[in-house]
């Protein structure tokens, strides 16, 4: 899988390894192999976050993650590359129409969490391109790899969002790792975070204190 290079693969590692992008000249069709290749790649990726979920139970969606790689690729290409691209917008990110499941969460996570970046990148540019519509329309399908990002949640029903243990135990880690005080101010949120933190509270964010007290 690594012996051929592509601009798609090469995106993939070098995000997952380094944390940063590459944009290229021009917007490449994915091939049905780079997808395999990509698909592999991911879960060996998937395989070794697993040990941070402290649960066996949850399972790698390569369908899914394949399609937030392919999201992910072409947001960031779009990012510069825009001639002609108006007509192509909804084939190049189009929608899930997978199940939204615990699996696929975490598996498209493996890139989306990248996508608020490239999000922020294209507002600077052009607050009103079409291109940051579609993507927040993804972001709140997937609000796990958007957390962090405003985004408007007031509709989700967060006790049935978070009764999985595993994805609500990496829910409250990711707001905690990324200080989301938005979501930390919602009240069943901000119970299960000091619960979570107990005494330890002002040592992981003192912060919060206020959020809690409603000060």
């Not at 693969?9 to 997952?16: G, K």
């Not at 395989?47 to 649960?55: I, Y």
């Not at 390569?62 to 007509?87: G, M």
Request: contains cysteine; negative net charge.
């Amino acid at each position: 899988m690594m012996e051929k290079k592509s601009p798609f693969l090469d995106t993939l590692f070098l995000l997952r390894k380094e944390e940063c992008i590459t944009i290229f000249s021009n917007i490449q069709t994915i091939s049905k192999q780079e997808e395999q290749d990509a698909g592999e790649y991911l879960e060996t990726e998937f395989e070794k976050e697993r040990l941070e979920f402290l649960s066996d139970q949850v399972s790698f969606s390569k369908d899914t993650a394949v399609w937030a790689a392919k999201v992910l690729y072409h947001s960031a290409q779009l990012y510069l590359i825009r001639e002609n691209t108006a007509k192509d917008l909804e084939k190049l990110i189009p929608e899930f129409k997978g199940t939204k499941d615990i699996s696929s969460r975490l598996s498209a996570d493996l890139l989306l969490r990248f996508l608020p970046q490239v999000m922020e990148g294209l507002q600077s540019a052009d607050a009103e391109d079409p291109l940051i519509k579609m993507l927040e329309n993804i972001l709140l399908q997937f609000h796990y790899s958007g957390i962090g990002y405003d985004l408007d949640l007031e509709k989700i029903n967060w006790e049935e969002e978070l009764k999985d243990k595993t994805y609500r135990k990496l829910y409250l880690e990711r707001i905690v790792e990324n200080k989301a005080y938005k979501l930390a101010e919602i009240p069943f949120i901000n119970q299960l975070l000091i619960g979570q933190f107990g005494m330890y509270k002002d040592v992981f964010w003192r912060e919060l204190k206020t959020a809690a007290d409603g000060n």
